[in-house]
């Protein structure tokens, strides 16, 4: 494995560097004090999209999209991991075709793909997407939800719940995971487009989070909601057994080393300013608080070795279901020592809630939380070191 940084990555993490020290920090800080996530209208979001971002991957009919080449995995890693160093909420918030993104390029129809992602291969405004699949009864427990699915004439009709969707009410689309028989478990799931403004889409709140405050995470509801036959993602042909379930897994398999590298990110910098704190504090002389920072910095460096082998395993498409839950799982444990330790050294400067390394501390939480929580990525690495079979 060779994660060498070439002169033009190196270029490039050098702007996003510029970039999220002028605009992400500052926007995250922003939207962390108001205590809301930023408004769509917020220039952040106009300015990311004039300087080109939040474009999908797939570049129009017949594209190959779906198909990175060697090495992109692994470079998307690392500038993911510095612009979190700036603000993960503010990455999130961000617009693009998001979570959903890698599923409709591996399974959508070309009809679907010209549809859905059409509209993000050059962003006339700021444009967002998301993934639901969360309910508040089913979170680690994906087979167990309950947004039920019907077929009616040329249409499905939708019903349910669902919780905790990043960027919900200002989606363009939503990729909602429902079953066609609750009974059935995950052999019964299916992906469906459901598009902003279709009747018995609503209820849309807010939820008030302890950090990532700059995007919304949102409820919602979907009460006999139609949506056309064609948005069933991939068609109907293309659901064998377990197929559904499976499309929904292959959007946390792509996510989990992304959301590890965030955690490093956060980590990182909980440990510069740790250190920054520490040096003004004249506090460095002290070798307890030296070994623990030299701790600290080599298991940061353990997750970030950990998570870009993940990606350099994708990049090479080999299978990394057990790196990418241990990447995910890792990252988050040490962005919440990092951060930790980071408060500890604060002391009551760290009670008084206005210190960054407060705000990375609470951001730090939510890393363990999404995509499947540390201990399931536990539960999935052990089921698969003793080769047990899905049940
Ligand atoms: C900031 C944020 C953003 C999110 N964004 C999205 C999104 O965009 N789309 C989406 O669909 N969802 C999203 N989620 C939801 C997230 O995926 C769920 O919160 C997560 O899957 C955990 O589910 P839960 O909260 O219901 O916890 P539960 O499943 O109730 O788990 C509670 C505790 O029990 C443990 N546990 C549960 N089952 C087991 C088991 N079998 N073995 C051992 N321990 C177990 C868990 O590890 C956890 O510690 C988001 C959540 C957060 C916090």
């Not at 991991?81 to 070309?110: F, H, M, Q």
């Not at 009709?157 to 905790?164: D, T, V």
């Not at 408060?343 to 206005?354: F, I, S, T």
Request: charged content about 25%.
């Amino acid at each position: 494995m060779d994660f060498s940084i070439d002169a033009k990555l190196r270029d490039r993490l050098e702007v996003e560097r510029a970039w999220g020290r002028e605009r992400v920090r500052p926007a995250g800080l922003e939207a962390d004090r108001q205590g809301s996530p930023l408004a769509q209208d917020h220039p952040y979001f106009q300015d990311f999209v004039a300087r080109g971002e939040g474009r999908t991957r797939w570049h129009g009919p017949g594209s190959k999209g779906e198909v990175p080449p060697p090495g992109v995995v692994v470079r998307a890693l690392l500038v993911s991991e510095e612009l979190a160093y700036w603000d993960r909420g503010v990455i999130v918030a961000s617009p693009g075709p998001g979570l959903p993104e890698p599923n409709v390029l591996a399974l959508g129809t070309e009809e679907q793909k010209e549809r859905f992602l059409g509209p993000f291969v050059a962003l006339d405004r700021p444009r967002w997407a998301c993934f639901a699949m969360t309910e508040p009864s089913a979170g680690s427990d994906a087979a167990a939800i309950c947004t039920t699915a019907r077929k009616d004439g040329d249409h499905w009709i939708l019903n349910g719940a669902k919780c905790f969707i990043g960027n919900a009410s200002r989606a363009d689309w939503i990729l909602v995971q429902a079953t066609l028989d609750p009974s059935k478990g995950r052999d019964a799931q299916r992906s469906f487009f459901v598009e902003k403004g279709t009747p018995g889409l609503g209820g849309f709140k807010i939820e008030k989070k302890m950090g990532l405050k700059a995007y919304e995470s949102t409820s919602f509801s979907l009460v006999d909601c139609r949506v056309p036959a064609s948005n069933l993602l991939g068609g109907e042909a293309r659901y064998e057994r377990r197929a559904g379930f499976k499309t929904a897994m292959r959007t946390f398999n792509a996510g989990r080393p992304v959301i590890a590298a965030n955690a490093v990110g956060i980590g990182r910098a909980a440990l510069d300013e740790a250190l920054a704190f520490a040096r003004n504090a004249d506090r460095l002389g002290d070798p307890r608080i030296r070994d623990r920072i030299e701790a600290l910095a080599r298991r940061l460096r353990m997750a970030r070795l950990c998570c870009l082998r993940a990606g350099w395993l994708a990049d090479h498409g080999k299978p990394n279901i057990v790196e990418a839950s241990m990447s995910k799982a890792l990252g988050a444990t040490v962005a919440e020592e990092a951060t930790s330790l980071g408060m500890e050294l604060l002391g009551a400067v760290g009670a008084r809630g206005d210190h960054l390394i407060e705000k990375l501390y609470r951001d730090a939480k939510a890393m363990d939380i999404v995509e499947g929580t540390g201990q399931i990525q536990r539960v999935i690495m052990a089921r698969q070191l003793v080769k047990l079979p899905r049940s």
